[in-house]
């Protein structure tokens, strides 16, 4: 008897570690692409100058109008144009990572699905559904300022009356009176996001070309008005030392979020692999350009001291003389305010429909419009949501809550591009790399191009450099799993310092031994980790776009969003504990069943060739179809270069990084059709023979054969 209970208990505990064993590896699956991640029942209508608007409109809002004079005043005077500066310049390397992942997973989800492809599920779920909740409560804050400024120019006549009747008592974190006019605005913008991707495009390029024709009108009329000695009294450029620009510089860092929706309507995007790293890195630098030159007119108009925090623009106009310049300010603050708006709730459904296209949530989010091609219940659910959360809380307590999820989201993104650096390609790439037929790499015969091929023949990713063969230890794991043991450990280290650096600044400032040993003990194990990532062998045959200096500047921008969080006020984290337990109660009841993560091969692949980019070729930095040599040819000496299509235009056939366009008829038949049959050339064609040299020959039936796309070797 006894034997039989050991036995039993033995039983139980290999079925309670198998069950966990099945758990964890549940909750840590990655999101399988397959060979096809460009196809998408959303319509690709989005050009590289609606995605850039987009992320403009994202970040040019409320906070140029109304953050610049509050900062400005209470913390840092006209040091603050070197705060807009360095916030720019963190806000930048977070874009970059981005601007990598967008081109190389060109998917609805942005962080979402990034975190999904490299880390793993349960992260990925935390990054949407903080995510979503992002982008609701943004909407929200912003339509609540919109009708605050609404208030404003009426003489408070909407807020009185509302007070009057509606009064609801002074209960955190709700507000005093619903405010119906931000509600209503809500809705209206919600009908016009479900309308699909074009319409809310038109709307926001709108709203961002007035608004940003306001900054220029901004800008230059400061220039008429400029004092320098407005920078050189009042205790000069810093007033309060430079610490205060740190401290500013992490209040005006959230002016800069924005630009990762440009990464939630990636499947709307005409042009992703260009479009995408294009529409982030130039919104960024306008960004850039347009904080610090509005706040330096603000700082050069009126001494510091005199700004207005709640209205800083129009008092400082009507302080020089042009009180009238007052109501172009009010049209570009509500044009700003509207179109970032709009972009909240444009991201907002994207973002929904990324997840229940996963299977984590609820799969009638999932449900794309025939018409509209866009998801029209996530965007009435989330928008009528979005609205209530306007009608009943505050602007303060909305506020509070926004940047938690934002900051997690970059600091994944940013260490997952480190780890998948140190990767081989994702399928959909390979396939592309293979597919490569071995006349196009004959037509540009550089040193350059040698080198290239050769070196994609060599690397490895993941494994130690030569140079560093003494941390032969390191090869004993699967390539890349040290990377990302030595990303988590580094996080760890960052997340030390982050605290040792805010909470200890004054022990520092004291030398006291604890806090000089724990900067110090921190920051040499952030290095050694930047050590052991870097001796790695890197993936540098990437296709698309690249971030420079990885993992250095990955783990920079790790650094600051780690900071930042450390920083966030303590009850911040406490709403944030909250809405993750209603967040883990939908993925443990729904999401973890139904996910469809490591399924089958989605199908067929997506009949675009990808191959890397060469000279002759002006506009895009790849191509999708393979021709034979001889066409290729006759359209070089004709001057025909940016059609590769027999007998269509660039027009009918544009050539770009992911096409939008059914191909012509045969195109991808084993036998070419009349259509798709390349014109004969009588000019001899170079080849190579047993040898490798080159020879010439004449052309041959064999040449006008055309790769077929969709499988691989």
Request: with cysteine; proline share 5%.
């Amino acid at each position: 008897m006894s034997s039989r209970s050991v036995n039993s208990g033995a039983s139980d505990a290999r079925g309670s570690s198998l069950l966990c064993s099945a758990l964890c590896s549940k909750l840590v699956r990655t999101k399988n692409m397959g060979l096809d991640a460009l196809s998408t029942p959303l319509r690709r209508c989005l050009s590289t100058l609606e995605l850039t608007l987009l992320s403009l409109g994202s970040m040019v809002g409320a906070g140029l109008y109304v953050l610049t004079g509050t900062v400005a005043h209470d913390i840092v005077g006209p040091g603050i144009v070197a705060a807009f500066l360095l916030a720019g310049v963190v806000a930048l390397l977070s874009g970059l990572c981005y601007a990598e992942f967008g081109a190389r997973i060109p998917k609805a989800g942005s962080a979402y699905v990034y975190t999904y492809v490299t880390v793993g599920e349960l992260l990925a779920f935390v990054i949407a559904w903080n995510m979503i909740l992002e982008y609701v409560i943004g909407a929200a804050a912003v339509a609540r300022a919109w009708s605050g400024y609404v208030d404003y120019l009426a003489g408070y006549q909407i807020s009185n009356w509302t007070n009057t009747n509606m009064n609801m008592g002074d209960v955190q974190p709700f507000a005093d009176s619903p405010d119906l006019v931000a509600c209503g605005l809500m809705l209206f913008v919600m009908v016009f996001i479900a309308f699909g991707a074009q319409v809310s495009a038109h709307l926001n390029t709108i709203l961002t070309l007035v608004n940003l024709l306001v900054v220029a009108f901004i800008i230059c009329s400061g220039l008429f008005l400029v004092d320098l000695r407005n920078w050189m009294d009042h205790g000069g450029f810093v007033p309060n030392g430079w610490q205060s620009v740190i401290k500013a510089a992490s209040s005006c860092f959230f002016a800069f979020v924005g630009f990762d929706v440009v990464g939630n309507v990636a499947e709307e995007a005409q042009d992703p692999a260009r479009g995408i790293p294009v529409a982030i890195c130039v919104s960024l630098f306008l960004a850039i350009f347009a904080y610090t030159g509005v706040s330096g007119a603000l700082t050069l108009m009126v001494p510091w001291t005199k700004i207005s925090p709640k209205s800083a623009l129009p008092e400082a106009f009507k302080m020089r003389g042009w009180g009238w310049a007052g109501n172009i300010i009010a049209v570009g603050a509500l044009c700003a305010m509207s179109a970032s708006l709009v972009t909240s709730l444009f991201a907002m459904p994207r973002c929904v429909y990324a997840l229940a296209s996963d299977g984590l949530f609820y799969h009638s989010f999932a449900k794309i419009n025939e018409r509209t091609r866009s998801p029209v219940l996530a965007t009435i659910v989330f928008g009528i949501l979005g609205a209530i959360t306007t009608l009943l809380f505050n602007l303060r307590s909305l506020v509070e809550f926004m940047s938690i999820g934002t900051l997690l989201a970059y600091t994944v993104v940013s260490a997952s591009l480190i780890v998948t650096r140190y990767q081989s390609h994702f399928p959909h790439e390979v396939a592309g790399l293979e597919m490569i037929p071995p006349w196009f790499e004959r037509l540009e015969d550089s040193e350059e191009a040698t080198k290239a091929r050769a070196r994609r023949k060599k690397q490895k990713p993941g494994r130690l450099k030569d140079s560093f063969s003494f941390l032969g230890f390191l090869n004993r794991y699967e390539p890349g799993h040290a990377v990302t043991t030595a990303v988590l450990i580094m996080a760890m280290f960052q997340v030390g310092l982050a605290i040792v650096l805010f909470y200890g600044v004054d022990a520092l400032g004291q030398s006291k031994w604890w806090a000089i040993s724990g900067v110090t003990v921190f920051s040499v194990g952030f290095l050694l980790s930047l050590i052991v990532i870097g001796a790695h062998q890197q993936n540098r045959n990437i296709m698309t776009f690249k971030v420079p200096f990885v993992p250095l500047f990955p783990a920079i921008s790790m650094f600051c969003n780690i900071y930042l969080m450390v920083a966030l006020q303590p009850m911040t984290w406490v709403r944030f504990g909250i809405w993750m337990i209603i967040g883990f109660l939908i993925y443990f009841s729904y999401g973890i069943r139904y996910s469809r993560a490591q399924g089958p091969d989605p199908g067929p692949q997506h009949p675009y060739l990808i191959v890397p980019k060469r000279k002759m070729y002006k506009r895009s930095d790849v191509i999708r179809v393979s021709q034979p040599p001889s066409f290729i040819d006759d359209r070089r000496q004709v001057g025909e270069e940016d059609s590769l299509i027999p007998g269509g235009s660039d027009s009918d056939f544009p050539l770009s990084t992911y096409g939008t366009r059914s191909p012509p008829p045969g195109m991808y038949d084993s036998e070419p059709t009349e259509t798709a049959r390349p014109r004969k050339s009588s000019r001899p064609i170079r080849s190579e023979d047993s040898d490798g040299s080159e020879v010439e020959r004449e052309p041959s039936s064999d040449d006008h054969s055309i790769l077929r796309v969709g499988s691989r070797r």
